[in-house]
């Protein structure tokens, strides 16, 4: 089995920053792309920004200028900056992943979530 597990979340007052990590453990031969999506409240889970293991980039337009997502392969972790944090980019955060367990399946995971709050 493979696990997400999401941290740095938390309270933040608008125009602060946090960085948000996922670190992906368990039976992993390859971790392809890497994602965050976000939740907030009464919204649908939509995506914030995704990297694939060729370090490509994706951002959503309301992101953009503000976030940056970043891998670390040798701890098989992703990262989010939060910076210019605004009441809008409140949420549950989410980590993703697609693994492959043994080089020939692929498998979507997902992290259990990270509260970010921004207060005005």
């Known amino acids: 089995q493979v696990q997400l597990v999401e941290s740095g979340g938390g309270l933040v007052q608008a125009g602060g920053s946090l960085r948000l990590s996922c670190a992906a453990s368990g039976r992993i031969f390859r971790l392809n792309a890497m994602g965050w999506y976000r939740q907030g409240p009464g919204k649908e889970r939509d995506l914030v920004a995704s990297i694939t293991s060729g370090d490509s980039t994706k951002y959503a337009d309301s992101v953009k200028g503000r976030f940056t997502i970043s891998r670390e392969n040798a701890k098989n972790t992703v990262y989010l900056q939060m910076n210019s944090l605004n009441p809008e980019d409140t949420g549950v955060y989410y980590c993703?992943?697609?693994?492959?367990?043994?080089?020939?399946?692929?498998?979507?995971?997902w992290g259990q979530g990270t509260l970010v709050t921004v207060s005005s």
């Open positions: 993703n992943a697609e693994v492959s367990p043994n080089g020939y399946n692929n498998l979507a995971v």
